[in-house]
C-alpha cells in the first residue's frame, strides 16, 4: 500500500508536457499542473491566438491566465527529490520501434492506449484523459492503438473514408461517388460494417462448430489410437505365441528325426561291427592255416605229410559275401530327402498364406480412403517396379531386359513345363503381386497390347475366356490399339475415349478398389476408372495380339 501511495505521490508532481518531476510548478485555472517553461512553451507556440487552453481537458482562458508559481506543489517536490526518487516513468512505458506512440507527448514519447478515429490520433494514457472526462469528445470512437490511422484518409481528396464501395470492395471518401466511383453501389461503411459483421457472426458460429466437430473428432482419433496400440500389441504378443509354438514343433521334429536317425546308426553300426569282427576273425583263422599249409608243403617226409593233409584241407563254413547288405552310397539320404520335401511344401504353404497375412495387414486402415493422386509427380510417389515372371509366360512370348520387356514371337521358346504358365492365350504375369496403392507405366509397339491385372489363381491351360484376361470375373484389361482403346471385364467389353499414347499409366488403390488407367503424355489424361471389390492381391499382366508386338514396364525411379 505504502508503495502504491509513492507511485500516486509521483505521477502528482510530474507535468504531462515534459512527462518529468515539474520544475517551477504553476496551475493553472482548471486545476492542472505544469512546469512554468513547458506551459510557456506550450502556449508560445500559439502565438497569435487571443484563446488558449488546457493540454489535458482542453478548457479554453480568455484572456490568457497569469502564471504563478504552486508554492505548496513546489516543496512538495523539493521533499520527494530528497528522497533520491524519480517521476519518470520505467523505460517500458515509452513507445518503441514496434510501438504506436502517443501523437501528443512532446520529446520522449510513451505508448499509446487508445487511438481516435475522429481525431485520427493516438494517446498514452495521461493524454487520453479528455476523451473520457470531456462532453466534447464523447462521440469520438476510441479503438486499440493503430498505425494506420492515415490509411482512413482518402489520398485523393484528404477526406475521412466514412463510405464503402460493393462495386470495387474498398472503402472511399463521400465525395469519390461523385468522382471516379460515380454510378456504383455505395453504402456508408458503418452500413457495410453491421452486414458484414452478421456474416462474421455466422461465419464465427461456423468456425466454433467445426472445432466442436474437430474436437470431437480429435477424440474419437485418440480413441482409434489407443484401439490401433491395443489390437496391434495383442496381435503382435499373440502371433509370436504361436510363431513360438510353431518353432518348437519344429525343434521337437527335428529332435525326433535326429533321435531316430542316431538310434539306426547306433543299431547299424552295431550291425556292421559285429559282422566285422567275424570276418576279421575267420581272417585270422584262414591266415593261420595258410601258414600251416605252407609249412606242410615243404615237409620232406611223405609220411608226415599224409599224416598232417587231412586235418589241414578241410576248411572252415565261410561267411558268404551275399549276407553284408549294402546299399550302394545311401544310408540316411532318404531321410534327408523327405525332409526337404517337408521344407518346401511348408515354404509353399508359408509363400501362400504369408501374401494373405499381408494383405490383411495392409488392409487395416480406420481413416476414410484418400483421393486419387492429381499429378504425375503425385502417382509416381506411389510407383513399383514391376518385371515378369517367365514361368507364366506363353511359350511365344520373349522375355528381355531383366524380365521387363516381352515380344510375340512366331517361334517357340525354349521353356520348362510348368503348372503356372499359360498354355493357350499369349500372356504374362508380374512376379510381384500388387496390395495397397501402386502406380506402374506400361510402353507398347506395334498393333495391339492389353494391359491387365489378374488375380493369381486364374486358370492358365484353358483355351476359353476362363484363362483370358478380361474375359472372366478375376481380370481387368486394357486393349490398346492404334485407332483408341477398349475395356474388358468378364466379357464385357466398352469402348473408350481418350487421347491415344504408346505410353499407359496404371494406377491402383487395392482397398478402396480403384483401378485406373492414364494416357501418359506431357500430361495424364484418364481413360478409364473402375470401381472394384479386389478380394485378393493383384498381379500386373499383358496380352498380345499379333506378331511383333512388344511392351515393356517402365523404370520409373
Known sequence: MAQKGLQLDLETISCSICLDVLTDPVTIPCGHSYCMSCIKSSWDEGDGRKIHSCPQCRQSFTPTPVLLKNTVLAVLVEELKK?????????????????VACDICIGRKLKALKSCLVCLASYCEQHLQPHYESPTFEKHKLVEPSKKLQENICSRHGEGMKMFCRTDQQCICYICPLDEHKGHDTVSAAAERTERQRELEVSQQNIQQRIQDREEDVKLLQWEVGAINRSADKTVEDSEKIFTELIRLMEKRCSDVKQQVRSKQETEVSRVKELQEKLE??????????????????????????HNYPSLSALSESTHSSSINIRPLKYFEDVTM?????????????????????????????????????????????????????????????????????????EQQSYSSHPDRFTHWQQVLSRESLT????????????????????????????????????????????????????????????????????????????????????VSRSMTLLHRVQATFTQPLYAGLWFYSYGNSARFCKLK
Request: aromatic share 12%; proline share 3%; charged share 25%.
Open 436 to 519: 495397397g496403392r501402386c502406380y506402374w507405366e506400361v510402353e507398347w509397339r506395334g498393333g495391339g497390347v492389353g494391359i491387365a491385372v489378374a488375380y493369381k489363381n486364374i486358370s492358365r491351360t484353358e483355351s476359353s475366356g476362363e484363362c483370358g484376361f478380361g474375359f472372366n470375373d478375376k481380370s481387368w484389361m486394357l486393349y490398346c490399339y492404334k485407332d483408341g482403346y477398349y475395356f474388358y471385364c468378364n466379357s464385357v467389353h466398352t469402348l473408350v475415349s481418350g487421347p491415344l499414347s504408346s505410353r499407359v499409366g496404371v494406377y491402383l488403390d487395392h482397398r478402396a478398389g480403384v483401378l485406373s488407367f492414364y494416357s
Open 281 to 306: 576273425q575267420e581272417i585270422k583263422e584262414l591266415k593261420r592255416k595258410a601258414a600251416d599249409m605252407e609249412q606242410l608243403a615243404h615237409t620232406e617226409d611223405h609220411n608226415q605229410f599224409l
Open 83 to 99: 528522497t533520491g526518487l524519480q517521476a519518470a516513468p520505467a523505460d517500458h512505458y515509452y513507445a518503441g520501434p514496434e510501438d
Open 338 to 410: 523327405a525332409v526337404s520335401e517337408v521344407r518346401n511344401k511348408l515354404q509353399d504353404v508359408l509363400r501362400e498364406k504369408w501374401t494373405n497375412i499381408s494383405l490383411t495387414v495392409t488392409e487395416v486402415d480406420v481413416l476414410l480412403p484418400q483421393p486419387d493422386p492429381k499429378t504425375r509427380a503425385d502417382f509416381l510417389k506411389y510407383s513399383r517396379e514391376i518385371t515378369l515372371d517367365s514361368n507364366t509366360a506363353n511359350t511365344r512370348l520373349l522375355l528381355s531386359e531383366g524380365n521387363r520387356n516381352v515380344t510375340f514371337m512366331r
